[in-house]
């Protein structure tokens, strides 16, 4: 079935539906520490992958993944940090502060590709950039001024340095005639997340019901939202991505203060309007500036 925009759109939101559960279903395991969360949710999504990839793309994508070069395992580590770190913010601070810190993406990337790539950035990014600054600085500046430790904050703004360095390599493999297949790369992610965590997460503590809880989200929260991820971006402009992700922040916060009580606390707020405020007006003058071009 061909993937049309509408359908396109559609998809995408029941993607960051999915990506949202990781910070409520975190909040009710028993047992299970940080090290010990993230190794089971990389582990169980190795193992989904295993199983759906040759479903979709045929038993040779793991003979190609051989000849698939640097790229393909900078990919893959910049998947690993992304995976990693997210999971240990989530156990380490609110579920806002990770998606708030997380919404940066878009923002960094757009440096990087500066700093790496040469590309343009336009002053409206630039603005962007400064006034999500702002929103973030505020944002820490609060949490220490009532005494909070920023760790997890911090931990948090990995995520996005990690999938920003993701975007460029993928951007400058382009550029020199060679595409990286994401979805491979997503295991190669796992694979290593897994590798990096297991001797941190010994000895095990997890119940069977966390690990019931942790294989929900390595299928349901990673490995079928990575994979269809993927399809969409080839349907979807980069603007429309970018605008359709910030559900995430939105429906994980709801998540978490329905099915967890956490509440969204002043400081993330005031900080998170302006982070995403200025992503989204980013992303539609760009969206326009590009339709009028045309």
Known sequence: MKLTHNRAVWLMVAVTLMWSTAGVVTRHLEHAQKFEVTFWRSF?????LLVILPLLKGREVFSRMRHGGA????????????FTFFMVAIMLTTVANVLVTMSLSPL??????????????????WLAIVVAG???AYMYASQLGQGISLAGTLVALCVPIAGSANWTINQYA???????????AVLVGAVLSSLVTLPLAWPF?????????????????????????????RVLK?????????????????LA???????????????????????VVNEMLGWRNNAVTR
Request: charged share 10%; proline share 3%; glycine share 14%.
């Open 174 to 184: 382009q550029a020199h005639g060679k595409r990286i297949d994401l979805m491979p």
């Open 134 to 136: 702002a929103g973030i």
């Open 108 to 125: 960094l990337t757009a440096l990087m590709a500066r700093v790496f790539i040469g590309h343009r950035i336009p002053l409206r990014t």
């Open 44 to 48: 169980f999504t190795m193992l989904c």
């Open 205 to 233: 503590q997890a119940s069977a019901h966390d690990l019931s809880l942790l294989f929900g989200l390595g299928l349901g929260q990673l490995a079928i939202p990575c994979i269809l991820v993927v399809a969409c971006a």
């Open 71 to 82: 790229a393909l395992w900078l990919s893959g580590l910049c998947w690993c940090g992304m």
């Open 257 to 279: 203060w329905v099915g967890a009580g956490e509440v969204l606390g002043q400081d993330v707020l005031a900080g998170g309007t302006l982070v995403i405020g200025a992503l």
């Open 238 to 254: 980069a603007p429309e991505v970018a605008l359709l992700g910030l559900l995430e922040v939105i429906f994980g916060i709801l």
